[in-house]
């Protein structure tokens, strides 16, 4: 069906895309200016409502998955909370502080253009020196909105835009194929975890019940999937697949000699505990690399109960491989073994890059990974090159949540005008400054994680804010008192 081009422009201050844990801490933050929130999907949620199995825990302690000023029900629980608690809480948190009446929901954001400056002149095409006033009171971004009801396309025009439509979900990653090794071979069913998730406890069940499983893939949305299969499953394989590539060795830090050997003796004390508590080598499932380089990547994975008791009971069975493809009847790889299968689920993953290109006009898509070859974002929102624009919840920390709601407090303070951004070249050498620092502690950089350095990315949003970076009581709470986010309470 044709879409028909709405050419009145509906203007407002500020647009929010997306209404997951960023896009309602976003609004939250953000409600004095009265944003408008498009959401592509009928709730909030985001990935806890649309990429989620019926099993799907939170990762995090509910201590550290909270909103500052809004404490979870039984929050000294210390078990993990189900993605159904997960959406309850962030339900209760929108509508406490009143966020949906901001949301439009089933409105996909489609297309963006950035329109020329206030006197007319089209600035498209051409990169900031520096990013000016960020609600200069004239739309610099124009916004392609598409509801589910209608063919129709809304044109909105803002000031300022925050993109918050999350790394995960939306687009799979699909891994490529040569010339007949790909799915159209295989006689069985392939999927990835992102129809996986569609499907209701039924339906799961029934796909996986009695059948040969893959699953390929080694990280949690794997290590979940292979639980569900073994639950589902009595007596069948289920192989998860991918070996952990060695790269070349990560170059020694310019960070100061003792706080490296600090840290890689407390990784090496951790990875020698899990490797007593966890039968890791019985599996063949050691890292080849330092536990501290999967933390620093946030790729740690919390194994579900019984994990290895099913696969003590064989109902798990491991399998490390850098090279496969498909064979009409399952998988094949590059020591020619071959594995049967009836199914084949995909936990290869998302690409939220993808996602943001196929939203955002040139030259800024162009500009998403330039110039370190991940999205260069100051303070963890700003891209330098791109003028009155945020994103949050691209670079990931220990708790998303937290950090996606500090970010969106030091937001609201740009916006309000409480600080200045640098200048775009101090921002451009400030990004690829940490860069480095991020490629010294994991060779696994591009996933774009601080966990390492949460607190002291907390600490540098407080000082731009104003607040104090010592946000303990006294000293001794300060020196020994883990930080969570109620540590971050906003400032009156
Ligand atoms: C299975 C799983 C487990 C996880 N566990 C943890 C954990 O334990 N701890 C932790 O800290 N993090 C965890 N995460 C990471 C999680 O992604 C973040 O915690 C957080 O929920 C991300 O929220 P977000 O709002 O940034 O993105 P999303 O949740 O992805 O929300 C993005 C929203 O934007 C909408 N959207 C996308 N494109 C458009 C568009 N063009 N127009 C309009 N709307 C659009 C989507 O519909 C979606 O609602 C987990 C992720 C997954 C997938």
């Not at 491989?321 to 998302?350: M, P, R, Y």
């Not at 009155?388 to 950090?403: P, R």
């Amino acid at each position: 069906m044709a879409t028909i081009d709405n050419h009145q422009i509906i203007v407002s201050k500020i647009a929010i895309i997306g209404a997951g844990v960023s896009g309602i801490a976003a609004t939250k933050q953000l409600s004095h200016h009265n944003p408008l929130v498009f959401e592509a999907s009928d709730s909030i949620g985001g990935v806890w409502r649309h990429c989620c199995y019926n099993s799907t825990k939170l990762q995090s302690h509910r201590r550290d998955y909270e909103f500052s000023d809004f404490p979870w029900p039984r929050r000294d629980n210390s078990d993990f909370p189900t993605h159904m608690e997960i959406l309850e809480y962030l339900h209760s948190y929108a509508e406490h502080f009143d966020v949906i009446k901001n949301i439009r929901f089933n409105s996909k954001v489609v297309e963006i253009r950035h329109v020329g400056d206030h006197d007319g002149s089209s600035n498209f095409g051409g990169l900031p020196s520096d990013h000016g006033t960020p609600l200069p009171g004239y739309p610099l971004w124009q916004l392609a909105v598409k509801t589910n009801h209608s063919d129709i396309i809304q044109w909105y025009g803002f000031e300022f835009v925050v993109v918050c439509t999350g790394k995960y979900g939306d687009i799979p990653e699909i891994p490529d194929f040569a010339c007949n090794r790909g799915p159209e071979v295989f006689n069985g069913r392939v999927l990835h975890t992102l129809d996986y998730c569609k499907l209701d406890q039924h339906s799961a069940t029934k796909l996986l019940k009695g059948k040969k499983v893959v699953v390929i893939g080694f990280k949690k949305s794997a290590i979940d999937l292979a639980m569900e299969c073994a639950k589902a499953n009595q007596g069948q394989l289920n192989e998860i697949k991918y070996s952990i590539i060695m790269n070349k060795l990560v170059v020694e830090g310019a960070e100061g000699q003792a706080c490296t050997m600090v840290r890689s003796g407390v990784s090496k004390f951790m990875e020698s505990y899990l490797l007593w508590k966890l039968p890791l080598e019985k599996y063949g499932l050691k890292p080849e690399h330092p536990f501290e380089e999967d933390y620093a990547s946030c790729q740690m994975a919390i194994v579900p109960e019984n994990f290895f008791s099913e696969a003590d009971k064989g109902k798990i069975v491991f399998k490390r491989a850098s090279n496969w493809s498909f064979w009409s009847g399952g998988i094949e790889f590059d020591d020619n073994s071959k594995l049967e299968a009836d199914v084949v689920v995909l936990a290869t993953g998302f690409d939220g890059k993808k996602k943001l290109k196929n939203i955002l006009p040139h030259p800024f898509n162009s500009l998403l990974d330039y110039p370190s070859g991940v999205i260069p974002l100051y303070r963890g929102t700003i891209h330098p090159l791109i003028p009155n624009m945020a994103f949050v919840g691209y670079i990931e920390s220990v708790s998303n949540l937290a950090t996606s709601e500090i970010r969106s407090m030091w937001l609201s303070a740009l916006l309000d005008n409480k600080f200045e951004l640098p200048g775009v070249e101090k921002m451009l050498s400030h990004t690829v400054k940490e860069m480095e620092v991020m490629k010294k502690s994991t060779r696994f950089y591009k996933r774009h994680c601080i966990s390492t350095y949460s607190i002291n990315h907390s600490d540098e949003l407080c000082e731009d804010i104003g607040w104090s970076s010592w946000r303990k009581k006294n000293w001794i709470t300060e020196a020994f008192s883990p930080y969570s986010s109620e540590d971050y309470r906003k400032e009156d």
